[in-house]
Structure formats: structure tokens, C-alpha cells
């Protein structure tokens, strides 16, 4: 799903009050972390990712491979924070998702 400026807005301002659920540390983004943020996207849709101070990672480099690997939405990169975003595949978590294609 290709999100248009005011639908990314609208996703910038849910999460907001959000605090990151996920910290790549220096470990790095391997698959077992790919695998819990995807789950994490099927039940919340919209999350926050932060990378500490010791890791390699660079955000940039962290938010294309969640594109490619997740197929998700990076709505936004700040600093060492990224919100990520994707639509859920069951009914009941749809939450956002519905609001979105609204906008």
C-alpha cells in the first residue's frame, strides 16, 4: 500500500504518543527480529523501532530493508527512530488501517 502525504501525516500523529517496542542493538537486524516487528505489525499496525547507540545499523539502511522484507510502510525517520506501518490481514485488528483508506 503506497500511502499519499496526508495519510502518512495522519499516521505521524497516532504515533506520536507511542513509545518504541522495539530496540536494535548491536546485534543488528537479523531475522528473528524481522520476524517479531512483522508479527507485531499484524496486531498493532503501526509501531515504533529504535536503534541504540551501539549498534552499526544506520536508519535508513534498516527502514528499506523492513520495506523489502516486511513489504511495510516506513512512515517516518527520526534521528535513531523509525514508525513503521502495515495494514493487518485480520479483520479485528484493523483499526487504523480503515481510517487510512478513508483519508
Not at 537486524?29 to 552499526?56: G, H
Request: aromatic share 4%.
Amino acid at each position: 500500500m503506497e500511502l499519499r502525504g496526508k495519510q502518512k501525516r495522519f499516521l505521524r500523529s497516532k504515533a506520536h504518543d507511542l513509545n518504541p517496542i522495539f530496540q536494535i542493538g548491536k546485534g543488528g537486524l537479523n531475522a528473528a527480529v524481522i520476524t517479531q516487528i512483522e508479527e507485531a505489525l499484524e496486531k498493532r499496525e503501526l509501531i515504533k523501532v529504535s536503534l541504540l547507540q551501539n549498534t552499526d545499523e544506520v536508519a535508513e539502511d534498516v527502514a528499506r530493508v523492513l520495506e523489502q522484507e516486511i513489504n511495510c510502510d516506513v512512515v517516518q525517520v527520526i534521528g535513531r527512530v523509525l514508525v513503521v506501518f502495515k495494514p493487518s490481514s485480520k479483520e479485528k485488528y484493523q483499526r487504523l488501517s480503515y481510517d487510512v483508506r478513508k483519508i
